[in-house]
């Protein structure tokens, strides 16, 4: 899956940069709790993003009914975009889930105490067949930390997610085709990564500077 042609406005530009490095993160399955955290990062940079594109375009909705002769922006591509790449979020948390549950103790946890990342998409068309294992794994895991009691340390909960590992009935995943990542070089791939490249030397830097005000060839953050 290719989305290089169609992440070219700025706001996509430093989530292309993300979803790489998200890529190579793939081989060890999020086993690593920097990795788990940087997904869980990004799923909710997205989610955020996905929502403020939706308000925007139902605002510009309402706004066109009162006056016809404004043109109202392409939201819909947008939108298309930023749900293909949560699709795809939820996909790799889900071949985790259902190919190495065993190994992500850490991966079931954040899931657990980021759980409300997930709601907005429990009943949205587009996710709700992918998000079958999640909520199943989040109800299991939840669960069994209820009847532990309610002061429990990280450890602990550490500790039952493993027993609960054990617990789980495999069949009761579902199973998806096996991902797979094409990498597609772009026409112009400079474009992207010298802007890029040059960002992340302005931003870590130390007792380097350059004036905000002068800087054209990366946009600026605006947070």
């Known amino acids: 899956m290719d989305l290089s042609p169609r992440l070219e406005h ?46 925007q375009a139902t605002q510009s909705l309402r706004g066109s009914l009162s006056s ?25 948390i889900n071949s985790c889930l259902t190919n190495s549950l065993h190994h992500n103790p850490n991966l079931v946890y954040a899931l657990l ?13 587009s996710f709700q067949d992918i998000m079958q294992n999640i909520d199943l794994v989040i109800s299991f895991f939840s669960s069994r930390l209820l009847q532990s009691g309610a002061e429990l340390s990280v450890e602990r909960v550490l500790e039952i997610i493993k027993q609960g590992v054990v617990a789980l009935p495999k069949d009761r995943l579902k199973k998806f085709p096996e991902l797979k990542f094409k990498y597609v070089e772009e026409e112009q791939p400079e474009e992207f990564f010298i802007p890029y490249v040059w960002s992340l030397v302005y931003n870590s830097a130390v007792g380097l500077y350059w004036n905000p005000q002068d ?9």
């Open 113 to 125: 105490y980021k759980r409300d990342l997930f709601e907005q998409f429990r009943t949205h068309p």
């Open 10 to 55: 700025r706001g996509t530009r430093r989530l292309k940069a993300k979803f790489a490095s998200l890529n190579r993160q793939l081989s060890s399955c999020l086993q690593h709790k920097l990795s788990f955290e940087f997904v869980l990062s990004l799923f909710s940079l997205l989610s955020k993003k996905h929502n403020k594109v939706l308000e």
């Open 215 to 223: 800087i054209q060839l990366f946009a600026m953050d605006s947070d």
């Open 68 to 92: 016809s002769d404004v043109p109202l922006p392409d939201y819909a591509q947008d939108l298309s975009v930023i749900e293909e790449v949560i699709r795809m979020m939820l996909e790799i």
